[in-house]
C-alpha cells in the first residue's frame, strides 16, 4: 500500500500539525518517523489519500521539514 508520510523539523511542530488536522477532520496517523528517511523528529503523520495531502500543501494547514511518498520498500522525497 502506498501512502504519504509529514516529516518536521521538530516534536513541536508535529504536536501542533497534529492538533490543527484534528480540528480540520483530516483522516491521519502519527507514527514514527522512519530513521531511512530523516532523523529530525521522532515523529511524522501518515496520510493515505492524496487529495487531502494536496489541500495541506496548497492550504498552508501546517509547517513541515518534508513530504515523502512510500512506494513498495522506497521513500521518495515529493517535497
Known amino acids: 500500500?502506498?501512502?504519504y508520510i509529514i516529516?518536521?523539523?521538530n516534536t513541536?511542530?508535529?504536536m501542533s500539525a497534529e492538533q490543527k488536522l484534528n480540528g480540520l477532520n483530516y483522516k491521519f496517523r502519527i507514527m514514527p518517523t522512519p530513521t531511512?528517511?530523516?532523523q529530525s523528529?521522532?515523529?511524522c503523520i501518515r496520510i493515505e489519500e492524496e487529495e487531502k495531502?494536496?489541500?495541506i500543501i496548497n492550504n498552508?494547514?501546517?509547517e513541515f521539514k518534508n513530504i515523502y511518498k512510500k512506494e513498495e520498500a522506497?521513500?521518495?522525497l515529493i517535497k
Open 7 to 9: 516529516v518536521f523539523k
Open 36 to 38: 531511512l528517511i530523516t
Open 60 to 62: 498552508n494547514t501546517i
Open 41 to 43: 523528529c521522532g515523529i
Open 74 to 76: 522506497n521513500y521518495i
Open 1 to 3: 500500500m502506498n501512502y
Open 12 to 14: 513541536h511542530d508535529a
Open 53 to 55: 495531502l494536496n489541500e
